[in-house]
Each structure stands twice: as C-alpha cells, then as structure tokens.
C-alpha cells in the first residue's frame, strides 16, 4: 500500500534534490502484523518531527516485509544524521537509511500512478 503527499511538488522543492529511503523490516506475510504496524505509525511521526526543517515527507510504502518511508531534502548529511540517531533509538526496527541525488524526484514513478500502486493523500497534521 502507498500514502503519499500528492500535493508535495518538486516545482516547489526544486533545492531538494536528494531523495532518503528509510528501510524498516516486517515480518513476512500480507497483511504485516498489526502491532508491528501501530508501532511504526507512532514512531514514523516522532522521525518527521526530527526531520522537520532539514527534509519534508514524501509517503510511505507498505508490502508483505518492508516499510519504506521517503523524504527529499536539500542536506543529505544532516538528514541521515538526524535518521541514524532515530534508528539508534529505537535498534529493534533494524532501519537501514540511502540517500541519492534525484534532482527530478523520480523514485515517485515507482508509486504515483506509474504502476499498479494506489497513491493517495496523507493525512497531515
């Protein structure tokens, strides 16, 4: 499944050239596991706040085993760093964090309506 901010656009973000991949293991099955899921719910808002003024949200995506969780940003560096304190935090997760440069943001062809995947508006606060 996806969530993603629809209304996020690169003509507005054009600094933020870097795209940051979170990479959170699930246990393998379809549906994931429901408290393995609320956990993650609760700690992914925790990780926005951190990245507040260093990355925006781009969405999530959720399959059988992975979580993967996408921001852009213009510092690279600073956001893992602020991401590897996250994980350290919290080691059970077993999050991994890559950065690239993708001036034209196209990891999101992957899931905005490029493929079979559902693209949706987050629910922001």
Not at 39 to 60: F, I, N, Y
Not at 73 to 78: I, N, Q
């Amino acid at each position: 499944s996806v969530v993603a901010d629809l209304g996020l656009k690169r003509i507005d973000h054009v600094l933020e050239d870097q795209h940051i991949k979170v990479s959170i293991p699930l246990a393998a099955g379809w549906p994931p596991d429901n408290k393995a899921l609320e956990r993650l719910d609760t700690l992914e808002p925790q990780l926005e706040s951190r990245l507040e003024r260093t990355a925006h949200w781009v969405a999530r995506t959720t399959e059988s085993s992975l979580r993967t969780i996408h921001f852009v940003t213009r510092d690279g560096a600073s956001a893992c760093g602020i991401i590897s304190a996250w994980a350290a935090a919290n080691p059970t997760l077993h999050a991994t964090t890559s950065c690239e440069a993708d001036p034209e943001w196209r990891f999101r062809a992957e899931w905005n309506g490029e493929n079979e995947a559902e693209a949706r508006p987050a629910p922001r606060t």
